[in-house]
């Protein structure tokens, strides 16, 4: 009998969005990274989600907090952030803040703002409240959708037109996020049909990006290259962001197999804040600094400096009141110096 049969990643040479190491690139101690055995994405485009994906579950905390949070995220180098989402406040209190969260946003013009929204009416409020650059969620899965919008996949996906029109005529950027891509705390494994049939709606609306959410955690990295080339396959014209949850500790090695085969879009939350308040058992997202620590030793430029990153992410764990899952924020960064908290104090 032969041995295990073994899943190999697919490599795409010749393009740049897989170029390999070249003897000019250096990790950060100065050492050259050549050779290194995987094919990786010169910089990735990092959009963190902690203020928002990672304090929907939390107990609602003062809007001067999550503005000192954020100024503390602009200072680490985050340019892409998401801050707020525009959603039922009975059923997500701790967004009920969204507009007082956008007016303050002007100062930071640098920043390229968004907000997740979960129907027309709510991207609606994020134009008028001065956000235009907007993520729509839609479950792949009709369990989920139910319970977190009240509506199945298929009512949610038909909203896509109308959401896009509106952030195209407000000058902005529409993405549509499918949650549950892979499984579904309610309805289990979701087959990609599903997944195909939001993303190709999506495309066919014109908005700018879709991404691919493992709300519960649950991908692994095979599943994920799977998922991801074959709704390559039909959206190839729309680029494709990945948002990982952490929940069984494979969320670092599945954003890593999705880098190989060029993904470059890829969200991530401080502290590994978060999870959903809809799904049962989903726990916090990829923490952002172990990400950039993981790119930071294989020359992937993220633009963010890793020693801020963890000041802030000790900041939001000051925050929230507990301590965060995030391993890098115990441990510290190599030389395994924990991160010195603010004494009662956000930054």
């Excluded at 997944?195 to 066919?204: K, M, P, T």
Aim: charged fraction near 25%; hydrophobic fraction near 40%.
């Amino acid at each position: 009998m032969g041995g295990p049969r073994r899943t190999r990643l697919p490599q795409r040479r010749g393009t740049p969005r897989d170029s390999r190491f070249d003897a000019g690139r250096r990790g950060p101690e100065g050492v050259p990274v050549s050779g290194f055995p995987l094919s990786l994405p010169a910089a990735i485009n990092l959009r963190e989600v902690g203020p928002r994906d990672g304090l929907q579950i939390e107990k609602p905390i003062p809007t001067a907090d999550k503005l000192r949070l954020l100024e503390s995220l602009v200072a680490a180098g985050l340019r892409r952030i998401e801050a707020t989402a525009f959603v039922s406040p009975r059923a997500v209190p701790a967004m009920a803040d969204a507009e007082k969260v956008a007016a303050e946003l002007h100062r930071w013009p640098e920043i390229e703002w968004s907000a997740l929204v979960a129907s027309p009416r709510g991207a609606v409020r994020a134009i008028n409240a001065g956000i235009a650059n907007v993520e729509y969620v839609v479950s792949a899965a009709d369990g989920h959708s139910q319970a977190n919008v009240r509506r199945s996949t298929r009512e949610a996906t038909d909203a896509i037109p109308e959401i896009a029109a509106a952030v195209r005529k407000a000058g902005g950027r529409c993405e549509v996020i499918v949650a549950t891509a892979w499984d579904c705390p309610f309805d289990g494994p979701t087959k990609p049909a599903r997944v195909h049939e939001v993303v190709e709606h999506a495309q066919e609306s014109g908005v700018d990006r879709v991404c691919l959410a493992d709300t519960i955690g649950t991908a692994t990295p095979r599943r994920i290259v799977e998922l991801v080339e074959s709704v390559r396959e039909r959206v190839a014209s729309t680029p494709i962001g990945l948002h990982m949850h952490n929940t069984r500790g494979a969320g670092l090695a599945g954003i890593l197999a999705a880098m190989q085969v060029g993904i470059v879009d890829i969200d991530a939350s401080v502290g590994g804040l978060g999870g959903c308040p809809f799904a049962p058992g989903a726990s916090g997202n990829v923490a952002t600094e172990e990400l950039v620590y993981l790119c930071q030793d294989m020359a992937v430029e993220t633009g963010v400096n890793l020693g801020l990153l963890l000041r802030a992410a000790a900041a939001a764990e000051i925050a929230v009141g507990r301590t965060l899952p995030s391993n890098l924020l115990k441990a510290g960064d190599r030389a395994r110096v924990p991160p010195r908290r603010p004494a009662g104090r956000l930054v």
